[in-house]
T-cell receptor, first 113, second 112 residues
Framework: ETGVTQTPRHLVMGMTNKKSLKCEQH?????MYWYKQSAKKPLELMFV???????ENNSVPSRFSPECPNSSHLFLHLHTLQPEDSALYLC????????????FGPGTRLTVL | GQNIDQPTEMTATEGAIVQINCTYQ??????LFWYQQHAGEAPTFLSY????GLEEKGRFSSFLSRSKGYSYLLLKELQMKDSASYLC?????????????FGGGTRVLVKP
């Protein structure tokens, strides 16, 4: 149990659908992250939120829209995705301290048809 | 920017030792992390090095040489449950917050 939960664990959606991924951390952290993990590719950082403010957008297409209403919750809103967006989407959290450890959630396996 | 290299796959025998190397090139360095990821599960933290030398944690040890841009993760007394991917990640000195750049991961297969 890492203290970071993600829902849903699996999601299948069509290219015209709109869906949202949810992440919640119970560790008292103040930084949250979205990563994308595709087959045979390194884990890619997508977004960083520190104290609910977005501090990093790693050139992510606008069809991915993050939202961080408070330090414990992070959402990733999805719309008009492409099949190549199929991947494992991982959420992580940490303290905003020098090189503090990030704790990962179990991920959402997304398939775009 | 960052560039991180590690072998794609390694195979070892139960009870043996395996060393996973990681080389990196970075514009600014502020720490190197190793994570373990079992198939279909979340990455879990193993170790952190920011100064040169060896950090030992039970069966796992991690080494860092900043001048060489090199780290390794040493797994001793291998067990079947150690079959997993091992991810090397580097923190950028100049990044806001806690930005990590990951290598592609090394898949370790432990055989009986």
């Amino acid at each position: 149990e890492t203290g970071v939960t993600q829902t849903p664990r699996h999601l299948v959606m069509g290219m015209t659908n709109k869906k949202s991924l949810k992440c919640e951390q119970h560790l008292g952290h103040n930084a949250m992250y979205w990563y994308k993990q595709s087959a045979k590719k390194p884990l890619e950082l997508m977004f960083v939120y520190n104290f609910k403010e977005q501090t990093e957008n790693n050139s992510v297409p606008s069809r991915f829209s993050p939202e961080c209403p408070n330090s414990s919750h992070l959402f990733l809103h999805l719309h008009t995705l492409q099949p190549e967006d199929s991947a494992l989407y991982l959420c992580a959290s940490s303290q905003v301290r020098d090189a503090d450890t990030q704790y990962f959630g179990p991920g959402t396996r997304l398939t775009v048809l | 920017g960052q560039n991180i290299d590690q072998p794609t796959e390694m195979t070892a025998t139960e009870g043996a030792i395996v060393q996973i190397n990681c080389t990196y090139q970075t514009s600014g360095f502020n720490g190197l992390f190793w994570y373990q990821q079992h198939a279909g599960e979340a990455p879990t933290f193993l170790s952190y090095n920011v100064l040169d030398g060896l950090e030992e944690k039970g069966r796992f040890s991690s080494f860092l040489s900043r001048s060489k841009g090199y780290s390794y993760l040493l797994l001793k007394e291998l067990q079947m449950k150690d079959s997993a991917s091992y991810l090397c990640a580097v923190r950028d000195q100049w990044a806001a917050g806690n930005k990590l750049t990951f290598g592609g991961g090394t898949r370790v297969l432990v055989k009986p």
